[in-house]
């Protein structure tokens, strides 16, 4: 009987995989552009910023939580620390998420205004309390004259020990994922993420499970 049991919770265990919840969407040109959504964090100048919509705006990090996934972003440089930026549209175009690393003007805005997106020697760091997985399928990403992009970008899921090439196409599972670049044609923003949990079965496999175990009782007092 447990031998069946144990059958049983690993093929549903397995089926949970394909049964993952749907996914969510952390979009950064939303956030900014339309005040859709809520972070809270603490602004470049120190500040606190708590639970609104910043509009565009540098962070020394932002933490952002939907359907129960929480996200933090930050920014660095390979020498040091830079800031993460929430850039607003431009001429029309979206924008997104990017990093600013050169100083400051005004009310937390970037300064030179065009270092505002992920280029050379900048990291873009993307955190989560919990593994989840990305669809880079169905991540939307932009240059620096802000039009849709496929950049040549480098990624690391161990927090910047070991780089490599982004496959556009892939999912990846991790709780970190950092970005850079190496080239300035790949500068970039990340416009939005589609994100899912990686830890927890969907509810439609643990009812599968326990319809199994349920069957396996029901078996047994038959056979008894």
Not at 8 to 18: D, E, F, H, I
Not at 31 to 52: R, V, W
Not at 141 to 164: K, M, Q, T, V, Y
Not at 168 to 197: M, P
Request: aromatic share 10%; with cysteine; glycine share 10%.
């Amino acid at each position: 009987m447990m031998k069946q049991i144990i059958k049983y919770a690993t093929l549903m265990a397995s089926l949970g995989l394909a049964f993952q919840a749907n996914a969510t969407i952390f979009d950064f040109e939303e956030l900014t552009d339309t005040g859709i959504g809520e972070i809270s964090g603490q602004l470049a100048n120190g500040t606190s910023f708590a639970m609104g919509n910043p509009s565009e705006s540098a962070f020394d990090y932002f933490d952002w939580t939907k359907d129960g996934i929480t996200l933090r972003a930050m920014g660095a440089t390979t020498t040091g620390a830079a800031w993460a930026y929430l850039d607003a549209k431009s001429s029309g175009k979206g924008a997104g998420l990017g990093v600013c690393s050169q100083g400051l003007q005004g009310s937390n805005q970037c300064d030179p205004g065009d270092d505002d997106n992920v280029t050379i020697g900048e990291i873009l760091k993307i955190t989560f309390l919990e593994s989840v997985a990305i669809n880079f399928g169905q991540t939307t990403f932009r240059d620096a004259d802000h039009d849709i992009h496929f950049p040549d970008i480098e990624i690391s899921l161990d927090n910047g020990s070991i780089w490599g090439a982004l496959d556009l196409n892939s999912e990846l599972v991790s709780d970190t994922f950092f970005f850079r670049t190496q080239t300035d044609g790949n500068q970039f923003y990340i416009d939005a993420l589609t994100v899912k949990d990686a830890t927890v079965p969907a509810p439609a496999a643990l009812s599968l499970l326990g319809l199994g175990l349920a069957g396996l009782s029901f078996t047994r007092r038959r056979k008894s």
